[in-house]
């Protein structure tokens, strides 16, 4: 079956420029979990997000950030006046359940001039 | 201190050698051990998933995990150099759901 897919694939953006990246997760999985790998932090959680459950934001770096689920399945992650720090590939996961099996996207990478 | 630590490699090895991967942790908390597998401009790939600790084995691949000394490896016998990729181990608390990873460590597989 389809996997996790993310878009775009790569994504170049002036400073202080609004950006928004799609997850769309595996049919029926119920957990989705954005994560950040850049080259000087390795790869870290940003947000999950369980069924209807509030989601555990705990690790958005800033409230420049911000993610939404909508109906359960899709999810953007939105970055508000990126920054250069901001470069990274971003990664979705999703999993059938909290706790099984993380499934990962081919991530987006997004660049900040 | 960070919460997983994992040698950076590169790590270089000839074709058909044995490859020791390493991670050391320090929360106790973590109960669940992942190591993944990424290739160049890819996603992580979940090569192997354990609870308890003791021995799991998948093909070549086979994973450790030694709570009391906090310390996870995986090993893979007869390399290959289509394992020529970045491993990540990662682990997770009953509680959070997120997985905090290593730092990875590139492996080279020389034919």
């Known amino acids: 079956g389809a996997g996790v897919s993310q878009s775009p694939s790569n994504k170049v953006t002036e400073k202080g420029k609004d950006v928004e990246l799609r997850c769309d997760p595996i049919?029926?999985?119920?957990?989705l979990y954005w994560y950040r790998q850049s080259l000087g932090q390795g790869l870290e959680f940003l947000i999950y997000?369980?069924?209807?459950?509030?989601?555990?934001k705990s690790g958005l770096p800033s409230d420049r950030f911000s993610a939404e689920r909508t109906g359960g399945s899709v999810s953007t992650l939105t970055i508000q006046r990126t920054q250069q720090e901001d470069s990274a590939v971003y990664l979705c996961?999703?999993?059938?359940?909290?706790?099984?099996?993380?499934?990962f996207g081919p991530g987006t990478r997004l660049t900040v001039l | 201190q960070k919460e997983v630590e994992q040698d950076p490699g590169p790590l270089s090895v000839p074709e058909g050698a044995i490859v020791s991967l390493n991670c050391t942790y320090s929360n106790s908390a973590f109960q669940y051990f992942m190591w993944y597998r990424q290739y160049s401009r890819k996603g992580p790939e979940l090569l192997m998933y354990?609870?308890?600790?003791g021995n799991k084995e998948d093909g070549r691949f086979t994973a450790q995990v030694d709570k009391s000394s906090k310390y996870i490896s995986l090993f893979i016998r007869d390399s290959q150099p289509s394992d020529s990729a970045t491993y990540l181990c990662a682990v997770m608390d009953t509680g959070r759901r997120a997985l905090t990873f290593g730092s990875g460590t590139r492996l080279q597989v020389q034919p």
């Open positions: 049919s029926g999985h119920t957990a």
């Open positions: 997000f369980q069924g209807n459950s509030a989601p555990d």
């Open positions: 996961a999703s999993s059938p359940g909290s706790g099984d099996t993380q499934y």
């Open positions: 354990t609870y308890s600790s």
